[in-house]
Each structure stands twice: as C-alpha cells, then as structure tokens.
C-alpha cells in the first residue's frame, strides 16, 4: 500500500497572482529553477516557459491557463538541500494577469490555501492587482506580497509600497528592503532578522548574508520597530511585554508573524528583481514560514445531499474522501484531465467515486501529479493535495468528488457572466459536426465561455469575458479542433430589467375537438433588491444570482404540481427579452393568485399563461436595457495625457483620477463596452504607439436613451 511521502504540515498549496506583464511567469520559472523541477530558466520573450506551454501562450507572451506544478523547497539557511526531511512539498498554481482569463484567478483561489501576489516595482498596483485581490479576500486566502522589477527604471518600492497600502489593504508591512534601485539594486535586507543578503552566482543561486550596509542601519530600525509593533498587535500578553521595553525573540516574532498572516489579519511584502534573479529564494522561504499548510486552514463545509445538513470534513486521511473538481483540460496525450483538491480522504487510481453534484458514480482511470505540460503517475493521493484525474467523463469545473456512503456537497464556485458575443459559423458541411465538438469541449474547460444558438437565424453566439478570450476561442477551435469558421463582429452583452412594479392577470383558454387547455394566474414583478450575504429565505421562494420566484398561493387556488411551470414560464419569457430581446435580469415575480380546471389544465397552459402575464407586466413596469461598463486605466506619456482624456470622456466615459507612473501618467476612468471596440488602434496613433490600456467588467448601467433607441433600431 503507497503510504503519504509528505506530512500535511510540509505542504503549502499556493498561487502566484498578478496583473498582467508584472513578471508572474518569470517569477514562477525561477521557482521552478531554484527548486530543482528543472535544470534551464525559461524566459517569456523567448517563449520556452514550463508554465506557458500553450501555443497561444508563447506566441502572446501571456498567461492564458493556469498551469499546476508540485515541486520540493528546502529553505535557503538549510545546509544539506538533500535531506528529504527538510524539504517541504509546493504544489502551485501559476494564473493568467489578463482579466479576460480571470476565471483561472477565482477557481484557483477557491481551491488554494494562501497566494504570492506579484507587484510591478514601478506601476505598483494596477487594476487587476485590485480584482485579483478581491478574489482572495472573497476565498479568505492568506497572502505574502512580492514587489517585484526593482532593476527596472523609475521602480520605487516605497511608491508600490504606499499603493498596497491606498488601494488595497491596510494590512500590509514591510518584511524586507531593498539595497538601491534601478541599475543599482543590489540585494535584500530582511527586517526580522536583520541581515542583507545579495545573490551570486550564474542564475544567483549562492544566497550570501552579509552585515546590513552602514547608511541604511537607522532605516531598518524605524521600520522593524514598525514591523514588531504590527506583529506583537495579534497576542495581547506580547504586546504588554513589548510596551513595558522586552523585545520577544526571534522565534516567537516569527510564529506570530505567521499567525497573523494566517488570520489575514498581516500581509508581509517582500521585494526582488526575478528576471535579475535576485529576492526569489527569500519569497520561497516566507512561503514555508508564513503561508498554511493544510492543517492551519479552517475545516471545508459542505451540504450532505441526503439531509440537506451541514457537514464539516477536516483536513485528514482518516476522514471520509471530499475533493473539489476545479479546473478541465483536454490533453492531446491521455485525453480529458480533470484537476481536483482533495479537502479529506484519500483516493486511489482505479477506484470509483461518487459525483455527490450530479449523482453519478465514475472509475478514476489515473492519477497524475502535473509539472505544467508534463505529468507524473501516482497510485494514491492524500488529503491536502492538488492532482489530476483520467478517465472522469462526467465530471464538471465546481462538481464534488466523495465517499458514496459519505455524501457532501461542497460550495460551487461562481463565475462572472459574460459581457462580449461574437457570432460564429462553419465554413463546410464537415466543420459544423467537429465545432460542435470543439464548441462542447472548450465550455467544459472554461466556465466563462457561453454557447448559444439563435433560434431565428440558425446561428452559433459564443460569449466570454473579452476580445482577446473569444480571439484565443477561434484560435483554439482552428488549431485544436481543425475548424475553419466565419465570425463576426464582436457584440456588446446588453441586459434588460425592470424599473418599476406591475400587475398582471392572464387566462390561457384553448378548446380543440378534445381536451382543451386551461391555465391562469396573476403575478405581480418589481425590481429585484441585492441579496443579503446569509440572508433566510423561505421555503416558498425561489432564488437565484439575478432572479427570484415567490409562491405566494394560497389554499390551492393553482394545484401544487402545476407552480413550476408557471416558473419555468417567467424563466423563458426573461431569457427572450422585451425591449430589444436582450436577456432580463435582477427581477422578482410573485405568483399571487390564479384558478385551474379540473379537466383541461396542464403544465403547457400554465407556462404559456405564465409567459404571457410577464411579457405584459414587463412591458407596464418600464423596462430598460442595460450595458456593461468597464474600468479602464490608460498609461501614456504624460504629453499625450490631455489627448487621452479627451478621448475617453468622448466615449460616455467618466474619468475618476490620473497619477503619475515614472515619466508617464495614469488615467483611470469608467467606459461602456460598445465604446472600447477598436480603441487599441486609436491611441496608438494618438500615442505614436506609445500608451497602453487595460479594461476589466465592473458594472452594469441603464444605457441613455438615444443610444437604447438606435440599440432597439438595429435589432429589428
């Protein structure tokens, strides 16, 4: 029997997160140098990164799928790096910058136990620093920061330093300093132990400490006092001993360091230059001393099926098995992979699973541990551990995996909706069977993406989070799948609801020759108010992220069996749209009263009547159509910042600030979609190619009325 090789209290299952271009990929392919997983530095310009082992991905120069690696650490004091005994099991995940593939960030934060979050050391933190942030905080996740560019010019670690601060946490305390910057950054000095350390070596694999320089003594003390202040915050009796002049040791700062970090109560940043191979052994270290294992995160909750219960599974072999599928992937070798985290239990290849989500049982062919595109076979995996599966055909992102005789279901991840279509169609006869295929296996893989057929036309809409995620789409569908496919213009993802209330009573009469049919009800509709976190809610309502169905009949007035018909009415009358037939969202529907026929009432009557009332109450309750509004932040030189503005405010778009970024300047502004087509080449020559832009969904927003008018023209 194959017994765990590692103790749950030496793994650390971590991500690495970042905004795009902030040197996520080339931090992680140090990580993979340093640790041994392979013996060559891939480099992003030159495209022979492990992590980015997609096509697409070396072609770009970014991340486009999470990649999932187990590699060992010892850390850099340990003399003997062969000891197997002081080297601690990573399992990590490298995720995307680009908010178009934000559904890697969110799935990995839900399965992983703590996070180093990478930072431009001359931008400091950007937009998607901000999303991936939330993300985290969202999933409770601890998190080291690692300011990271500090050889690049105009890189200032106090100004990153400062923007964690303002933008994101409060939180956050210096655990390291740099020694210079620019061309003349030298090394790290760590503020608990009060050492400097500079990196020697080809690939600076020699981490030498040495005395702290002269000049910079009274600074480290300022700021390890800060550093003790905020550390002796989390135990009062230390406090009280530090405030009467005692300084606790070494050790009992670091275990209290680790337990705030813990508590996301601290957020240690650390700093380095990972393309000059300078700070990332220290990072790794933190990561051991600071970061969870398994056994300090707090138990998983789930639903038991059966029940409907809450259970609790704590992280241990001798728990019943619980895993979480959080991540699909077609393999040109093995076929479907589907990669889980094992939350209790253990589980071996060639043994059945119960897929509590959908209620069916499956044979887990192989087991394998994954170095990004290359993959290990392992027998048996444990409690605490990331891998994957071959051979689960039923199994889908957010499902859960368990003991049948121990039914959990564990809390589904949600994504966001998308907010960009595109309209797509094969160019043969033979192309429309193989992207149907294609069509299926890229959605299993990616939640995000949304398939739909219009019903009218014939036509295939794909939806997703942006340009470049339907662009990658395509490209993946020709290259993957062998489909050559016509596509259209990209199209906004407009939205309609409600502003007001409405009353509405519809009777469904129909007599042919035989049995006839008989459906009536009333239903009152009004804007739907934003859902309480844990708020009770009745066993009469139904509620779901943008819809609510209450049930408010009463004495039997409409059979039992005929309500969820009357929903399912609601559902599809929502999905057809009123104003420009554009899905409705954010709307509640009270069923209220209605009668039924002994005779000729049926399901089909109820839906139509139910489906007709609304269309009706819609239509009185002034119905809008919504668009979605992206948060952009332009960079550009700051001779161009007038011009850029301007542009930006010509696009309804609002500007909420600008700042200065070295020798350029930051705008950050709100922008509908629709605006942000093509925009890449207008500030290009407004720039001399010299700005850049990210933009990521923030909101939606009631569209004007001139522009919902020639909205409603175009549709007809």
């Not at 910042?641 to 010509?650: A, C, M, N, R, Y």
Request: charged share 30%; with cysteine.
């Amino acid at each position: 029997m194959p017994t765990r090789d590692y103790p749950l209290e030496k793994v650390r299952n971590f991500g690495i997160i970042a905004h795009i271009d902030a040197g996520k990929t080339t931090t992680s392919e140090r990580v993979l140098y340093y640790t041994g997983s392979q013996h060559k530095i891939g480099e992003v310009h030159e495209g022979e990164t492990t992590t980015d082992w997609m096509e697409q991905e070396r072609e770009r120069g970014i991340t486009i799928t999470a990649a999932a690696i187990t590699c060992f650490w010892s850390k850099t004091q340990e003399t003997d790096k062969k000891d197997a005994s002081k080297k601690y099991r990573f399992n990590i995940i490298d995720t995307p910058g680009h908010i178009d593939f934000t559904v890697e960030v969110k799935r990995s934060m839900r399965v992983l136990d703590g996070a180093v979050v990478v930072f431009d050391g001359v931008a400091g933190v950007e937009p998607q620093s901000e999303t991936n942030w939330r993300y985290a905080d969202e999933a409770n996740v601890p998190r080291v920061c690692f300011i990271n560019k500090m050889d690049r010019m105009g890189a200032s670690f106090e100004k990153s330093y400062q923007s964690i601060l303002d933008r994101l946490t409060k939180k956050a305390i210096r655990l390291q300093l740099p020694i210079g910057a620019e061309e003349n950054f030298k090394g790290v000095i760590d503020l608990l132990d009060q050492k400097a350390y500079k990196f020697e070596g080809n690939m600076g694999d020699e981490v030498i400490p040495y005395d702290i320089p002269e000049d910079m003594k009274a600074e480290v003390a300022k700021y390890r006092a800060e550093l003790i202040e905020k550390i002796v915050e989390q135990d009062e009796v230390m406090m009280n001993e530090y405030l009467e002049g005692k300084e606790p040791s070494y050790e009992d700062l670091k275990k209290m360091l680790r337990k705030g970090v813990i508590a996301n109560e601290i957020f240690p940043v650390c700093v380095g230059s990972a393309l000059k191979n300078k700070g990332v052994q220290l990072v790794l270290d933190a990561v051991v001393d600071y970061l969870p294992s398994p056994l300090d995160m707090p138990p998983v909750k789930g639903i038991n099926p059966v029940t409907g219960e809450e259970v609790v599974r704590h992280a241990s072999d001798e728990e019943p098995f619980a895993a979480l599928a959080f991540k699909l992937q077609a393999d040109k070798f093995v076929g479907k992979l589907a990669f889980f985290r094992v939350y209790s239990g253990t589980v071996e290849a060639g043994s059945y699973i119960y897929n509590s989500t959908t209620g069916q049982k499956e044979r887990i062919g192989r087991i394998v541990r994954l170095q990004a595109d290359k993959r290990e076979e392992v027998k048996k995996v444990y409690a605490g551990e990331i891998a994957a599966a071959v051979g689960l055909k039923e199994v889908r992102t957010s499902h859960t995996l368990c003991d049948e005789a121990n039914p959990i279901i564990l809390e589904q991840i949600k994504f966001p909706e998308p907010v960009i279509s595109l309209r797509i169609e094969p160019k043969t006869k033979a192309d429309q069977e193989k992207m149907g295929i294609a069509l299926k296996e890229l959605s299993d893989e990616d939640p995000t993406l949304k398939i739909t057929s219009d019903n009218e036309t014939n036509e295939t809409l794909i939806s997703g989070m942006g340009e470049l995620h339907l662009e990658i789409i395509v490209d993946r569908m020709k290259r993957e799948f062998n489909v050559d496919a016509n596509v259209g213009a990209p199209q906004v993802a407009y939205r309609e609801t409600i502003m007001g209330e409405a009353e509405v009573e519809n009777k469904y009469i129909k007599q042919t020759g035989g049995k006839g049919q008989y459906g009536h009800v009333k239903i009152k509709i009004k804007p739907l108010e934003p859902i309480v976190e844990g708020a009770k809610v009745s066993k009469n309502v139904s509620r779901y992220d943008h819809f609510e169905f209450i049930n408010s009949i009463k004495g039997g007035v409409i059979p039992q069996e005929f309500i969820p018909a009357v929903e399912k009415g609601v559902k599809e009358a929502m999905e057809r749209g009123i104003v420009a037939g554009f899905k409705m969202v954010d709307v509640s529907c009270e069923l209220t009263y209605g009668s039924y026929h002994d005779v000729d009432s049926s399901e089909i009557a109820y839906k139509i009547a139910a489906s007709m009332a609304f269309q009706e109450a819609a239509r009185a309750a002034r119905p809008v159509i919504l668009e979605p509004i992206m948060k952009v932040e332009v960079v550009t030189p700051s001779e161009y910042l007038g011009d850029v503005t301007g542009s930006l405010s010509g696009k309804r778009g609002s500007i909420e600030g600008t700042e200065d970024r070295g020798m350029n300047s930051a705008i950050r502004a709100r922008v509908p979609l629709k605006e942000m087509f093509g925009y890449t080449t207008d500030l290009r020559s407004m720039t001399k190619g010299r700005a850049g832009f990210t933009m990521e969904f923030d909101h939606y927003e009631v569209v004007p009325k001139n522009v919902a008018d020639a909205i409603v023209a175009s549709r007809k």
